[in-house]
């Protein structure tokens, strides 16, 4: 076979790949997801009071408006009336634009700045010891869209949320028990709460 | 259940099921590969495509339809690329720049899927799964279709011919890996991943803020991401993406699927070499380097160090909460020991001890158990090393499986073992000689030595995962990196059609009582031992300049 008949050859195999690989069976797995399994093939988005607020998936910023929406060097403030998720580094927090992780790493001097005062201002916003603030609450997911926080995290931001919104803290307990989702098949994963379900049940309390 | 619990019942779940699919999975590719009969499917394909399902060919003419594809595929992909604002569902995205599309063109040609874009802000729709989701299957299966030709190297004596490379891709492909695809596809939907046509589509949170979820046939793309050990991903954050990797289930299943064949393909040798011990005595070697890399990888990321890491208190820096440390450890050792290369968490923030061993499990070659067949192919050529070592122990002409080693054979084996850690080592080193690209470490030190380092080591080794702190979407590192992976693919892959056409050509010598058995323990330990030997004095001084420094720092 003769080089010019073989790239020939090639090329009419891959367009032939293309149209059954590339075309046919995403179409065929988009048909099959919609018709079965539309609110997840969707993005498992979440709605209040009729209102698409958000995708049960995709973590959220919960921050106070800012003073000057126009000063782009204006830090964003967490708002206490919300369960906070994790520090993010997708853009500004929470852009599904950018999904991203800091890529700092071990030994770096920026990450170590990052934690310790994110340690402190986390354990003055909360009103707790800095010792024990957990480590999901002072690093920054691999994504940067992460929507769960680790239990002992959501616990610890109990007296805040009930105190900024006069809600008992048992109330607050009982939801954090029940947006808890445990590991996979009771095996696989870890367990977290899921912030944006969370404070959604919240915004609909009272 | 404690984390350490949950951590060991996954593993072992993992381990239950690979060893499951080990045989019918093993068998049911040897049948694909040896099988006479063509699908009525197949026949219709064979006419439009143009050519003779029955004919075998030559390995110079098996290799010319390898690279005639792969190089057609780059220029089709490359196209792609730079033309997609006039394509459908662009999303509005502009063309790549052209270093970039290279890049990008040759990246999932290679099988390696290094990204130096990010998913969500530079690619359509269209070109995702009509441009980079068919490359995934069929570099997968051009992986498969050359161990398929040293296996035969083995099993046929005296003729010229290998092999049909368009049947071997046609069956691999349709037979093997789009089945599997389509299954596992609507399980991952089931479970979260999404699956549609949408753009990004803007709603006001709680908070106040507007946040726009991102749209695309994401679960189609995710399962032979990882199913054929590809691994660049539709998002940025690649499988640590909630929308490609919603849960600890789908982690678990992604793991599975991008070990399950290269797992399997042992099994395959053995078959079709008549003799299914051979399988077990590689699958065994691939074996107990996973084990390793998995535990040794879990006790670093368990075991927070590194001033940053000790300070938060766990590992948890770029990882995500559903995750943790456990699932993410046996994540990142079996996407490095395969050529996967997708992350689910970020490499750049592992430990010190962990991102080590992520570096060294891919300068291992991606042999344990490698990517879809080249991890096998890299393994036979290291077995074959290993036979001509016991050979000149006592003296003899070494044999492997009938055919003798003789100087042909091993010049090629050499080759091959030389070829990559000659990209990896001269690409590091001049990368570090220029001041400009030594300017792309994010982190500096020993950590910014190993970005480079890590970055030279993805490439040569066709792996594609990052320490992504690392800035190379520069015009230097998309010409380099490309050429790295254009050379680390291909290279390796004449050197093992050649082997395949000088051991077919041979007659095969009976086993006499000189004859090393290859299916004792004896054997699994010899070839351990030359697969250590041969990374570790190539890699030593690079990983004393990195990780090595940064661990004693």
Wanted: aromatic share 8%; proline share 5%; charged share 15%.
């Amino acid at each position: 076979m003769s080089i010019l008949r073989t790239h020939w050859t090639a090329l009419r195999m891959l367009l032939v790949m293309t149209v059954i690989l590339g075309i046919a069976y995403p179409l065929l797995i988009t048909g099959i997801s919609q018709v079965a399994f539309a609110d997840k093939a969707n993005g498992s988005i979440v709605k209040s009071g009729g209102k698409e607020i958000g995708s049960s998936l995709l973590g959220q910023n919960y921050n106070l408006p800012k003073k000057n929406p126009n000063d782009p060097n204006e830090q964003a403030q967490p708002d206490p009336k919300w369960f906070q998720p994790r520090p993010s580094a997708a853009g500004t927090g929470y852009d599904p634009h950018g999904s991203s992780g800091t890529n700092l790493g071990p030994n770096s001097d920026k990450l170590l700045k990052s934690v310790n005062d994110t340690r402190a201002a986390v354990a003055a916003f909360d009103g707790v010891d800095p010792a024990s603030v957990p480590a999901d609450a002072v690093t920054s997911s691999g994504s940067g869209l992460d929507p769960d926080i680790s239990v002992a995290y959501a616990k610890e931001q109990v007296n805040r949320v009930a105190k900024a919104r006069n809600l008992s803290p048992a109330v607050l307990d009982q939801l954090i028990d029940k947006y808890t989702d445990g590991r996979s098949l009771g095996f696989l994963g870890n367990p977290g709460v899921n912030v944006v379900l969370l404070n959604k049940a919240l915004s609909e309390q009272q | 259940m404690s984390s350490t619990l949950a951590g060991w019942l996954q593993a072992l779940a993992l381990v239950g099921a690979l060893a499951l699919c080990y045989r019918p999975l093993g068998d049911y590719i040897a049948h694909l590969l040896t099988s006479a009969k063509h699908l009525r499917v197949e026949r219709g394909l064979y006419k439009v495509v143009g050519v003779d399902g029955d004919a075998d060919q030559r390995w110079t003419a098996y290799l010319r339809s390898v690279l005639a594809f792969s190089a057609l595929s780059v220029l089709f992909l490359y196209g792609l690329i730079r033309v997609q604002n006039h394509l459908m569902l662009s999303l509005g995205f502009p063309p790549m720049a052209p270093h970039q599309a290279w890049n990008t063109a040759i990246s999932f040609v290679t099988n390696t899927n290094w990204q130096s874009y990010s998913g969500e802000a530079a690619l359509g729709h269209v070109v995702q799964m009509a441009g980079l989701a068919v490359q995934n299957f069929v570099s997968a299966a051009v992986g498969i279709a050359v161990v398929a030709t040293l296996i035969r190297g083995f099993t046929r004596s005296k003729t010229d011919r290998v092999g049909n490379f368009w049947v071997d891709l046609t069956r691999i492909c349709l037979r093997l890996l789009l089945p599997i695809s389509i299954v596992f596809a609507v399980v991952l939907v089931a479970n979260g991943v999404i699956q549609n046509f949408h753009g990004f589509h803007d709603l006001t949170t709680l908070g106040g803020d507007t946040q726009s979820i991102p749209g695309g046939p994401v679960a189609s793309q995710e399962v032979i991401k990882e199913l054929g050990t590809n691994g660049g991903g539709f998002f940025n954050a690649n499988s640590a993406h909630p929308f490609e990797n919603p849960n600890g289930f789908t982690n678990w299943l992604e793991i599975f699927l991008l070990l399950v064949i290269s797992f399997s393909l042992p099994r395959t040798f053995g078959k079709m070499v008549g003799d299914n011990r051979q399988g077990y005595a590689i699958v065994s070697v691939m074996g107990l380097f996973w084990v390793g890399s998995a535990a040794l990888l879990t006790f670093f990321e368990t075991h927070p160090a590194g001033t940053a890491l000790k300070a938060a208190g766990a590992a948890m820096e770029g990882k995500e909460q559903r995750f943790g440390e456990w699932a993410t450890a046996l994540f990142a050792s079996s996407t490095t020991l395969t050529s996967t290369g997708a992350v689910d968490g970020m490499h750049d923030s592992l430990t010190p001890g962990g991102g080590g061993v992520a570096l060294v499990d891919m300068m291992l070659g991606e042999i344990a158990p490698g990517g879809t067949g080249s991890g096998l192919y890299g393994m036979l050529i290291l077995a074959i090393v290993t036979v001509f070592i016991a050979g000149l122990m006592v003296g003899r002409t070494p044999e492997y499986l009938g055919k003798k080693l003789g100087g042909r054979e091993m010049k090629f084996a050499s080759l091959y073992i030389l070829t990559t850690p000659a990209i990896v080592l001269i690409g590091t080193g001049v990368a570090m000689a220029l001041p400009g690209e030594r300017a792309g470490m994010l982190n500096s030190g020993a950590h910014g030595f190993s970005e480079v380092l890590y970055a030279f080591t993805s490439a040569g080794n066709n792996n594609g995962s990052a320490f992504a702190g690392i800035t190379v979407n520069t015009a230097w590192y998309d010409t380099a990196l490309g050429l790295a992976m254009v050379f680390g693919r291909f290279l390796p892959i004449i050197f093992v059609l050649a082997l395949a056409g000088s051991l077919a050509r041979q007659q095969p010598v009976p086993a006499s009582a000189g004859t090393l058995p290859t299916h004792k323990p004896l054997f699994i330990g010899l070839l351990s031992g030359v697969v250590l030997i041969v990374v570790g004095l190539t890699y030593f001084p690079a990983l004393a300049l990195g990780p090595i420094a940064e661990g004693l720092h």
